[in-house]
Nanobody, 126 residues
Framework: QVQLVESGGGLVQAGGSLRLSCAAS????????LGWFRQIPGKEREFVAT????????SYADFVKVRFTISRDNAKDTFYLQMDSLKPEDTAVYYC???????????????????WGQGTQVTVYS
């Protein structure tokens, strides 16, 4: 089993920044892809960004490109989501996730990921 523990959410004014962290209890062959998703009540979980432990591969949803940056620290088994230029529409519960490096399921689909963090609330006010 792999546990993911998130931290870093909060309340921020529009235009501000937050950094989310996700610490993994360990790395396994089934956790080569690391991702961030977000969810608003009543809506489906939405892909935000993904990275591999090697750091060689990253991918972003169009609505966060340039504003958000995903990164990882292998020495700490931790990955991050730096969020800049936040907008009120970024308000959501953010979840980190880990899944296999290779799969027929796209990296943008929550179904690819077997392990999830507990979620952290991000609220952006104008």
């Amino acid at each position: 089993q792999v546990q993911l523990v998130e931290s870093g959410g909060g309340l921020v004014q529009a235009g501000g920044s937050l950094r989310l962290s996700c610490a993994a209890s360990r790395r396994t062959a089934s956790t080569g892809t690391l991702g961030w998703f977000r969810q608003i009540p009543g809506k489906e979980r939405e892909f935000v960004a993904t990275i591999s432990w090697s750091g060689l591969s990253t991918s972003y949803a169009d609505f966060v490109k340039v504003r958000f940056t995903i990164s990882r620290d292998n020495a700490k088994d931790t990955f991050y989501l730096q969020m800049d230029s936040l907008k009120p529409e970024d308000t959501a519960v953010y979840y980190c996730a880990a899944g296999p490096s290779t799969s027929e399921i796209p990296i943008t689909s929550p179904m690819r990921y077997s392990y999830w963090g507990q979620g952290t609330q991000v609220t952006v006010y104008s």
